[in-house]
C-alpha cells in the first residue's frame, strides 16, 4: 500500500521571485504558508544592489507579511543582491555583517526577466568582489546561461559552464557557488563531479515536463520559463540528481509570477508560477520517480546544510488526495495562471 500521508520537516524554498508592491501582497501568502524560508530574488525594478535596498524591501516584505496574517515566527525571508559591473567589494563587507543578506545573485546582463543592469563580464569587471565574497564566505546564486544570440536558446546553460562557471570556479576555487534553476545534463553532471563548495536548485517544472510539453497542441506560455524546459534526456538527469544522495541538490522553485496577459502575449514573458502549489508538484515528481522518501533531504536538509543555517523544526503534511490546481489566482488587480492549471495533483499540503 503507498503511504497515505507524508510528514517532512519544514521546507525552505532556496529560489523565489516575490515582487513588490499589491503584486506581493496577492501571493506572498503562498509562499509562507508552504516554506519556513525563502531566498528571495532580487531582480525588481529598479534592482536590489545595495544593502539598504535590501534592508527596505525586507521591511516591505514583513509589511506583507503581517497584513496577511503570518508571524515573524511562522517565516523569514532570506535577501540577496542583485551583481552588477559597478558593485562595490565594501557592500559586500557590510551585506555580511547585515545578518538577513545570505548570498548575492548573478544575472548576466540580458539573460532573463529584469537582467538589463547585469553583469557583461564576469571575470572582468567583479573580479575584487569575487574576492570578497570568498573571503567573507558569501554564496554567489548564479542565473547560467549565456546571452550570447548566436547560441541557440537550448544550449545556453551547457556553455555557460565552459564559458563562465569552470574559469570562475579556477579562480576562486574556495567561493560558495550554487547553480541556480539547473536544467540539463551536462549542469548535473558539472555540480555532482565539482570540487570545492558548490550546490545547484532544481524546480518543479524542470522535474515533471521536457520541452514538448510548451508545444502541445499549441503554444503553452504557462510552460514558458528561463532557463527554458530541455529535451527528456535533461529531465530524466535533474530527476536522478534531486533523488539521489548527493548532498549538492535542493530545492528553489523559481516560482516567477507574470499577469496572465502578460504571458498569454505576442511576446510573453517567462517565469512559471508554481508557489501555490509547490510541494504538491514537488512530491508528484518525487513520487513518479518512486524516491518521495528523499523528498525531505530535497525540500529541507540540505539547502539549510549548504547555506550554513539551521534546519528547521517542525513539520508539514501531505495527503494523498487529489488536489485541482487552481485555473487563475488574484494578482493585484489581475490575475495570473500557475503551472498545470486545471490539472489534478495526487498530493495536497494539509
Ligand atoms: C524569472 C522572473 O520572471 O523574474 N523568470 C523565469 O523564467 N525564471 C527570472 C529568472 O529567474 O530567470
Ligand atoms: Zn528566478
Same mark, same amino acid.
Given at each position: ?35 519556513? +524560508? ?8 529598479? $534592482? ?11 521591511? +516591505? ?37 547585515? /545578518?538577513?543578506? &545570505? ?5 548576466? *546582463? ?40 548566436? &547560441?541557440?536558446?537550448? /544550449? ?7 564559458? =563562465? ?7 576562486? $576555487?574556495?567561493?560558495? &557557488? ?54 527528456? =534526456? #535533461? ?9 539521489? /544522495?548527493? $548532498? +549538492? ?8 509570477? #507574470? ?15 508554481? *508557489? ?43 495527503? +494523498?488526495?487529489?488536489? =485541482? ?26
Amino acid at each position: 500500500m503507498p503511504a497515505h500521508t507524508i510528514t517532512l520537516t519544514r521546507p525552505d524554498d532556496w529560489h523565489i521571485h516575490l515582487r513588490d508592491g499589491e503584486a506581493m501582497q496577492a501571493i506572498i501568502g503562498h509562499t509562507a504558508k508552504q516554506f519556513a +524560508r525563502a531566498v528571495i530574488m532580487p531582480n525588481l525594478k529598479p $534592482p536590489v544592489t545595495t544593502v539598504a535596498l535590501a534592508q527596505a524591501y525586507r521591511g +516591505r516584505i514583513e509589511q506583507a507579511l503581517s497584513a496577511c496574517g503570518v508571524s515573524k515566527a511562522d517565516f523569514t525571508p532570506l535577501m540577496t543582491l542583485y551583481l552588477t559591473d559597478k558593485t562595490d567589494p565594501d557592500e559586500i563587507a557590510r551585506a555580511h555583517e547585515a /545578518d538577513s543578506i &545570505v548570498a548575492v545573485k548573478l544575472y548576466p *546582463a540580458g539573460a532573463t526577466t529584469n537582467s538589463d543592469a547585469g553583469v557583461t563580464d564576469l571575470l572582468g569587471k567583479c573580479s575584487k568582489v569575487l574576492e570578497m565574497m570568498q573571503r567573507v564566505g558569501m554564496p554567489l546564486l548564479m542565473h547560467g546561461e549565456v546571452t550570447d544570440p548566436e &547560441v541557440d536558446v537550448f /544550449d545556453r546553460e551547457a556553455l555557460f559552464i565552459d564559458r =563562465v562557471m569552470i574559469p570562475l570556479r579556477k579562480s576562486f $576555487p574556495e567561493l560558495k &557557488v550554487v547553480f541556480e534553476h539547473l536544467t540539463t545534463k551536462e549542469g548535473v553532471d558539472y555540480v555532482r563531479d565539482a570540487s570545492g563548495p558548490m550546490a545547484a536548485t532544481i524546480t518543479a517544472q524542470h522535474l515533471l515536463y521536457n520541452r514538448n510539453e510548451i508545444f502541445k497542441g499549441g503554444i503553452r506560455p504557462h510552460f514558458y520559463c528561463l532557463p527554458i524546459l530541455k529535451r527528456e =534526456v #535533461h529531465r530524466q538527469a535533474l530527476v536522478d540528481a534531486a533523488t539521489s /544522495d548527493s $548532498p +549538492r541538490f535542493f530545492l528553489g522553485s523559481d516560482s516567477a509570477p #507574470h499577469a496572465k496577459g502578460l504571458k498569454e502575449n505576442a511576446c510573453g514573458c517567462a517565469g512559471c508560477y508554481t *508557489a501555490v502549489h509547490a510541494l504538491e508538484l514537488y512530491a508528484t515528481a518525487f513520487e513518479r520517480a518512486d524516491k518521495i522518501d528523499r523528498l525531505e533531504a530535497f525540500a529541507s536538509f540540505r539547502g539549510p546544510d549548504f547555506y550554513g543555517l539551521p534546519r528547521n523544526k517542525g513539520v508539514v503534511t501531505l495527503t +494523498r488526495e487529489p488536489y =485541482v490546481v487552481p485555473l487563475e489566482v488574484p494578482y493585484g488587480s489581475e490575475t495570473l495562471v500557475p503551472l498545470a492549471a486545471g490539472e489534478t495533483l495526487p498530493w495536497r499540503m494539509l
